[in-house]
């Protein structure tokens, strides 16, 4: 009857549907691979949204920088020379680079420690309304620096300021028992003004990433407070602390109008040294000793931001 040489389909109608959706769907030799397609696609997309930042980053920081770096190494008769890198290296300036490093570590150290306490104190007391004040207040005060930052001190605790004033009439003079403002830790008391802020905005996130469950699992093996900020919380916050403190490091190490209005220019700080050069105080064949400083301050800058990436990318394994 002429059915031994038909083949009987034995599959249920919704397969058979199923069957003919992938049959249609599939691809073949004349036709091209629709999600390889699109997967191209979707990566010509993404990296030409980086286009824009890529030129902002490439004119903005990339050109200066390379200029900076070429300029160094020239003599003012345009040739090659390792003079500006030697000058730059030796008495007065090797001495900047001393103090700006030693003004960077004590003003990121410092507020960092204190930025972490104050952030876990403004978390731990679930209070909404303080969680608000102190965020919004640190985001002000972080942003809040240069010339009026240095006239707020002057007009505070100056030698004529108004603290200063009601601290006199009461008996005490801090002149007179070796407080200054316009000294090395004068300095760093300004600086901490807004970089304690800022460590609380960075270490809050990190914080929130701690989980309540790895806290209940510690108490309930029976570990006390302490046990668990040493074993559990402490290990985990530590790349992320560690990250913030570079941070600071690095803002305090570049600051430059606050010092400068502060002290004018009597501290030897690396920013304050290479302003004098921008200004036109030069010394004859040693032009370019200001590049030579700011190619110091990139290579240091580098090497702080290299380890913060690498605690970055430790400190994202946990808190995700």
């Known amino acids: 009857m002429g059915l031994g040489h038909r083949r009987v389909s034995t599959a249920s109608p919704g397969q058979s549907a199923e069957i ?15 999600p390889s397609r699109r997967r191209t696609r979707a990566a010509f997309v993404a ?26 190494f020239r003599s003012p008769a345009g040739g090659w020379t390792w003079g500006n890198i030697s000058i730059a290296s030796h008495g007065v300036y090797a001495h900047g680079f001393i103090q700006t490093i030693e003004l960077a570590l004590l003003t990121s150290v410092v507020p960092g420690i204190a930025g972490l306490l104050v952030a876990n104190a403004v978390l731990t007391s679930r209070g909404r309304i303080l969680r608000r004040v102190v965020s919004t207040a ?15 001190f002057i007009a505070t605790l100056g030698s004529s300021g108004l ?18 403002l316009y000294t090395f830790f004068g300095v760093a008391i300004v600086y901490t003004y807004f970089q304690l802020p800022l460590m609380v905005l960075m270490i809050t996130p990190a914080l929130e ?9 510690a108490s ?34 570049s600051a430059y109008a606050t010092a400068e209005a502060l002290t004018s220019g009597s501290i030897p700080l690396t920013a304050i040294q290479i302003g004098s050069f921008l200004n036109g105080n030069v010394i004859a064949g ?8 700011g190619v110091g301050l990139i290579l240091v800058i580098a090497v702080a931001m290299i380890f913060y990436s690498m605690l970055q990318k430790r400190a994202s394994r946990w808190l995700q």
């Open 20 to 34: 003919a959706q992938t049959a249609e769907i599939a691809p073949t030799a004349d036709t091209p691979h629709i």
């Open 47 to 72: 990296a030409a949204g980086l286009v824009p930042f890529g030129v902002y980053a490439a004119l903005f920081l990339g050109v200066p920088v390379v200029a900076v770096v070429v300029e160094a």
């Open 138 to 152: 640190s985001g002000v005060f972080a942003q809040f620096g240069g010339v009026p930052l240095a006239f707020l």
């Open 163 to 180: 603290v200063t004033g009601w601290l006199k009439a009461m008996g005490f003079n801090p002149y007179d028992h070796g407080f200054d």
């Open 209 to 217: 990433g701690l989980r309540p469950a790895w806290r209940e699992a």
């Open 220 to 253: 309930g093996l029976g570990a006390r407070s302490w046990e668990y900020w040493r074993y559990v919380g402490g290990p985990v916050l530590l790349p992320s602390f560690l990250g913030g403190v570079l941070l600071l490091f690095g803002s305090a190490l």
């Open 286 to 293: 040693q032009q370019n000793v200001g590049k030579a400083l």
